[in-house]
Nanobody, 119 residues
Framework: QLQLVESGGGLVQPGGSLRLSCASS????????VGWFRQAPGKQRELVAR???????NYADFVKGRFTISRDNAKNTVYLQMNNLKPEDTAVYYC?????????????WGQGTQVTVSS
C-alpha cells in the first residue's frame, strides 16, 4: 500500500521542541517534493515548510527561525524539527508528497499527527 505515515506529535509546553517524521511506505521519496502542512480547529490548512527533491526549502513566515525541515532519502523520511513552540502552533500536522510524471501530478497525504502546545 502506497502511503505516508507521520509520527512524533504530542503535548509539549510552550518553548519546548518536537520532531515530526514523515515516512513513505510502498514508494521512494527521492523524486518527490515533501511539504508539512497544519490545520488548526476552525482554520484552513496551511503550508508550514516544503523541501524539493533537489533540497530547496521554503518556510512559512510564522515558523522561520524556529522550524527546520530536512530529508533522509536513504530512510525515505522527511523531518520537521520544531523548536520554541508556541500555543498557536497547536494543530494537526500533515505531510504531503508530490511530483509530476511527467505532466500528471502524483500526490500523497499522510493521516496527520496532533501537536498540542500548552502549559
Amino acid at each position: 500500500q502506497l502511503q505516508l505515515v507521520e509520527s512524533g506529535g504530542g503535548l509539549v509546553q510552550p518553548g519546548g521542541s518536537l520532531r515530526l517524521s514523515c515516512a513513505s511506505s510502498g514508494f521512494t521519496l527521492d523524486y518527490y517534493a515533501v511539504g508539512w502542512f497544519r490545520q488548526a480547529p476552525g482554520k484552513q490548512r496551511e503550508l508550514v515548510a516544503r523541501i524539493t527533491s533537489g533540497g530547496s526549502i521554503n518556510y512559512a513566515d510564522f515558523v522561520k527561525g524556529r522550524f527546520t525541515i530536512s530529508r533522509d532519502n536513504a530512510k525515505n523520511t522527511v523531518y520537521l524539527q520544531m523548536n520554541n513552540l508556541k500555543p498557536e502552533d497547536t494543530a494537526v500536522y500533515y505531510c504531503n508528497a508530490d511530483r509530476y510524471s511527467p505532466s500528471v501530478r502524483i500526490e500523497y497525504w499522510g493521516q496527520g499527527t496532533q501537536v498540542t502546545v500548552s502549559s
